[in-house]
T-cell receptor, first 114, second 114 residues
């Protein structure tokens, strides 16, 4: 049972380069999220999706785009990477059941922009 | 704006002691409050949640208390063990328009000394 899988685990980018982070979940969850984690800042929501084909902005969406073409996948794109996007990125998913609030997280992607 | 925060960034305890991690929240529309544990190099892991219409919930060695009067949430860990050393996040799940979006606080680092 894989849960939530993020690809890649590590990446170094040069300023201005683009990349896509892939998140895949095998729990048939409707909700998926992308967070970034910076020292002393906790987890901040970038974008989220409440179902296939739908996305919405979170707290810190600037510089990122997302797509949810398939229910099990949620992609996070950086079109032109900046040093301020150096961070650890976490994907999470959760179900829509009204009882219980557990979200399942991936192992994270450590991104460095130089 | 409304936010979830933590009173103490670091908590040091002796093995076998009870630990109490505190959290303040300000969003009255939250339907669930959740505690996550994050070990070094890993994604957050669900510990326990509590629905907003409850004031106490117990799990294995953990108890969450919710005081809606003062908007305060706490996680109590009984007989703390070295394996409990981690960063603990409280999160609130705001229900809006049918979506359930977890919002995280900054985190508290728990250090357990043997």
């Amino acid at each position: 049972n894989a849960g939530v899988t993020q690809t890649p685990k590590f990446r170094v980018l040069k300023t201005g380069q683009s990349m896509t982070l892939l998140c895949a979940q095998d729990m048939n969850h409707e909700y998926m999220y992308w967070y970034r984690q910076d020292p002393g800042m906790g987890l901040r929501l970038i974008h989220y999706s409440v179902g296939e084909g739908t996305t919405a902005k979170g707290e810190v969406p600037d510089g990122y785009n997302v797509s949810r073409l398939k229910k099990q996948n949620f992609l996070l794109g950086l079109e032109s990477a900046a040093p301020s996007q150096t961070s650890v990125y976490f994907c999470a998913s959760s179900s829509t059941r009204p009882v219980g609030a557990e979200a399942f997280f991936g192992q994270g992607t450590r991104l460095t922009v130089v | 704006g409304e936010s979830v925060g933590l009173h103490l960034p670091t908590l040091s305890v002796q093995e076998g002691d009870n630990s109490i991690i505190n959290c303040a929240y300000s969003n009255s529309a939250s339907d669930y409050f959740i505690w996550y544990k994050q070990e070094s190099g890993k994604g957050p892991q669900f510990i326990i949640d509590i629905r907003s219409n409850m004031d106490k919930r117990q799990g294995q060695r953990v108890t969450v208390l919710l005081n809606k009067t003062v908007k305060h949430l706490s996680l109590q860990i009984a007989a703390t063990q070295p394996g409990d050393s981690a960063v603990y996040f409280c999160a609130e799940r705001v229900s809006a328009g049918g979506s359930y979006i977890p919002t995280f606080g900054r985190g508290t680092s728990l250090i357990v000394h043997p």
